[in-house]
DNA sequence: CTTGTCTATGAAACGAGTTGCATAGAAGGA
DNA sequence: TCCTTCTATGCAACTCGTTTCATAGACAAG
């Protein structure tokens, strides 16, 4: 039932189509929950049936018209509820993990070429929080610079440790794709 | 269809049954893939069908009978080449950082107790890593306490380094979560 | 003028995952 | 004796997630 709060969070920090919602899910929300245009699509629906979203037809030049969503108030009590009842730890599902177990049954070797692919696809990601925190969260917040005085806001923080968690994320996976690479490597010389 | 693959995995390490499976998927294989019983059991049958697993009923004294399933030909071929195609990077699907984004539109210093269990949560999971890797990884493999001379077993290797990406990602996790408590305190202290 | 890309939405089918329920013998404790 | 826990397997219903396909106007490149 996650995608429906994703979608919450996201349409309170800024209202937008089924469509501006995808992208996001392929962006900053995608960070950490990834979602399809179907399940988007789908789920709007329900949820504005539901009368947990208003809509708005906007209709545009140059482009097709698109139907603006944003949070109406049972959506955001709904949110609220789901924020004050207890989660559970998230459950892993970790592919490549399954394929290393496996490789003790196949070519060791042969999962160099992969794990190097995971390599540069999570050294890019990295780049781009790296970026992305760059842009958003150093200028504001640096000190002495600061246009706005007083407490930062809530949401930049939030937003910010979330980022933090990414990066973090990241960084120990790359280094631990250095140690499944060197022990690949290790077989396959005694091999 | 990678639940299919963890099971191949698991039953070449080992031959089981679907509850041994299950109870697999509480520990080992289940740090990097969760699966439930109903889940397992529909998928052993499947397999079984389509010839790529063998059953072999046994009967037990003292508690029910079990039907043990070990990987047949096919099912060997199946996974090697699963092993040799690419996968995409792992989505991250992270209910705990909704929340923390969710917060900003509610109260922060109420997601502090669950910030806290989930932090015990993953204390308690490194714990029960680090006790694993103590009693499977070091008594062999300790240099100069060697019991099998020459190069270590690859499988042995193999898990090895995916509980130390456990191990990688729980202390991760932990670090990140002392970052999310010193934010939210910090926001409640402003507020 | 055709092909491709971007915005924008959606149906249909299928496969994966969750939850609740049901059965049943054996062992152990209150 | 009853209650719970453990072993062991399974059905049914439902929700969630993925893949494929379809539509359609605007715009740019070749």
Redesign the interface.
Known sequence: M?LE??I??SL??KPGSGYELARRFERS??????ATHQQIYRVLKRMEADGRLDVREVPQQGRPDKKEYSVAAPG?AA??Q???E??E??????????????????D?A??IR?VE??HR??SDRLAHYLAGELRDFTGPEAPGTSGTPG?PD??Q??????L??GI??E??TL??LD??LA?LH??GA?H
Chains 1, 2 share one sequence.
């Open positions: 996650a709060h994703a919450l969070v309170l920090e929300i995608g960070y950490f929950w990834t955001r949110l609220s789901w924020l004050h207890p989660i730890p998230e459950s892993v599902r970790h592919d490549l993990a399954v394929k290393i177990r496996g490789a003790a049954f196949d060791p042969a999962l992969e692919r995971h696809a999570h407490p809530a949401g923080e939030l937003q910010h440790v979330v933090r968690g973090a994320y960084r120990m280094a631990w140690d499944v022990t290790r077989l005694g």
